[in-house]
């Protein structure tokens, strides 16, 4: 390893070095310390290790014959805030996961604002579809028992605020995002466990990814509570987030694929009526 010139220009043969040490099995802290022990400020020597690494394990993805990665949804938690800014509101943030990226929002929404949804959505609500990903068209669905509408992106000032609101929550467009769905799950509904991206080998995937793209996040906020069941499960991860009002649960995917992890359902609900505002983002503006 060497330094080049007085700004550290990160060069080939770092990256090269870098790749030979993580795949020889030396862990990140001692690459670290040892990039710093040649004279490497701190900071150049962390950024050439996550650029480089993550350049590599992606290109051993693709190789492999995985979808490749692209950019998603993330919310600024590098400091691990306990609040995180969105604008007109201040947004607690409860917990985090890496792998999958999850995160439970606390109080995204008030207590208003899920009234207002709810008495808003009620008059418009018919049974559930899902996106027929072999058409490019909609069905129903037998492993999703609810009752839904969808608001158009930024049909009314309440709409409108969330929407902006969300958006600087994880740091994506507003256009990117789908309409905002609101959904009502009586005793026994529930919505098995399933994938939001839209399968790359299905025929009607090329149909669906003309309006934005894959959706690479989705958020799911809590209107109603239940009084038992009805929580988000992530199977692959043993993870249950309990439905409470006024929260919501964050999970994005940089690739269409499972080892995105973030296999997740609507569990029943056992007693009780859950409603719940589903926001799924895209990799483009979404018309």
Not at 54 to 66: D, F, I, M, S, T
Not at 82 to 89: E, T
């Amino acid at each position: 390893m060497s330094i080049t010139g007085s700004t550290q220009q990160v060069t080939p043969e770092l990256r090269k070095w870098i790749v030979e040490q993580a795949e020889a099995g030396h862990s990140a802290d001692s690459v670290l310390k040892a990039m710093i022990a040649s004279g490497w400020s701190e900071d150049v020597a962390i950024d050439a290790m996550e650029e480089t690494l993550r350049g590599h394990l992606e290109g051993k993805a693709v190789a492999q014959g995985l979808p490749p990665a692209v950019p998603v949804p993330d919310p600024p938690l590098a400091e691990s805030p306990l609040y995180l800014d969105a604008g007109d509101r201040r947004v607690a943030v409860l917990q985090t996961m890496v792998a999958p990226r999850v995160v439970v929002f606390g109080s995204l929404l008030s207590d208003e604002e899920c009234d207002a949804l709810i008495a808003l959505a009620t008059p418009r609500l018919a049974r559930s579809l899902t996106v027929a990903t072999k058409t490019g068209g909609e069905e129903v669905n037998a492993d999703r028992t609810s009752n839904g509408m969808f608001f158009q992106r930024g049909e009314n000032e309440l709409v409108r605020r969330i929407e902006q609101r969300i958006a600087r929550l994880v740091n994506w467009p507003e256009e990117n995002g789908e309409g905002l769905q609101i959904l009502q799950y009586g005793p026994g509904a529930e919505y098995k466990p399933h994938y939001d991206y839209f399968d790359p080998a299905e025929p009607g995937t090329p149909t669906i990814l003309r309006r934005g793209g894959q959706r690479v996040a989705t958020i799911v906020m809590y209107l109603g509570e239940p009084a038992k069941g009805g929580g988000t499960v992530f199977p692959d991860v043993h993870l249950e987030v309990a439905p409470k009002r006024g929260n919501a649960v964050f999970f994005s995917y940089e690739r269409p694929h499972p080892t995105t992890h973030t296999l997740h359902g609507g569990a029943p609900v056992l007693e009780g009526i859950k409603w719940i505002a589903t926001k799924w983002l895209r990799e483009r503006r979404f018309d």
